[in-house]
Every structure is written in C-alpha cells, then in structure tokens.
C-alpha cells in the first residue's frame, strides 16, 4: 500500500521537489534533523517537506543545488571543521 500523501493548501505537493530534495539530502549524508539544522529550519517543517505535507520550498532546492556542487562542498567542509571546533571548547 502506498503512502497517503496529505494535501496542503487544497494543492498535492510537488512529488518532484520532493524527490529532489530527499536525494540532495542523502547526497550529503543529511538527515532530515541535519537538514533543519544547516539551512535554519524547524524540524517539523523540514519533516512536512521530507513526506510531502508540505511544498518543498524553491529556495531550499536551489540551496541544495549549490551545496551539491564542487564548490558548495567544500564550503560543507570549512563549515564541518568550524563545528568540530566549537564542540570541542
């Protein structure tokens, strides 16, 4: 059985943008807490988006889309060591 995506706003969402969005995500090693936590989101709103709920919003796709290229990556990886620096004081 599949599952029964909740409509909002009166509109299905985007199944597409979905998809997309749960791809960048693994692409990183994102999870969906990760996922709110980097780009400053609540988790609930980041989960509506993972399961449909809610409409993945344009913006968050273009910042995936950024952060999913070379250059992007490497920005992840100044990022990473300056959190491994402030867990460690």
Known sequence: ????????????PDAARVNELRAHAAALGWSQRETARRLGFDDRETRYWFTGKKPVPI???FAFRYLNTA???GEIAVLR???QAAESR
Not at 1 to 12: A, K, R, V
């Open 71 to 73: 250059e992007g990556r």
């Open 81 to 83: 060591v300056a959190d």
């Open 59 to 61: 913006g968050v796709l």
């Open 1 to 12: 059985m599949s599952e029964d995506i909740t409509l909002y706003g009166g509109h299905p």
